[in-house]
């Protein structure tokens, strides 16, 4: 099954690895921002909003920044939003 997760975007439940709430990182872990620029650096971070970012999801194949919170894209994948 596939989940949207912002955009047009929608990836395959089973590959999805990680959400992480962007509204609770400090500035201070800097090791999130690490990662963020090591997958940018790689060519495998993709932004799905130019709005505030909420959520990382994190895939087999990508890292996703989205404008959907982590609760949301949570009910999808638990099957109760799937498209």
């Not at 800097?30 to 060519?43: L, T, Y």
Request: no cysteine; hydrophobic share 40%.
């Amino acid at each position: 099954m596939y989940v949207h997760i912002g955009d047009d975007i929608a990836v395959r439940a089973d590959t999805v690895t990680a959400l992480i709430d962007l509204e609770t990182v400090l500035p201070s872990q800097k090791d999130v921002m690490s990662f963020i620029n090591a997958e940018d650096e790689s060519n495998r971070l993709q932004y799905l909003t130019e709005d505030i970012p909420r959520s990382m999801i994190l895939t087999t194949e990508r890292t996703y920044i989205s404008s959907l919170s982590t609760e949301v894209l949570r009910r999808r994948l638990a099957g109760k939003m799937l498209i």
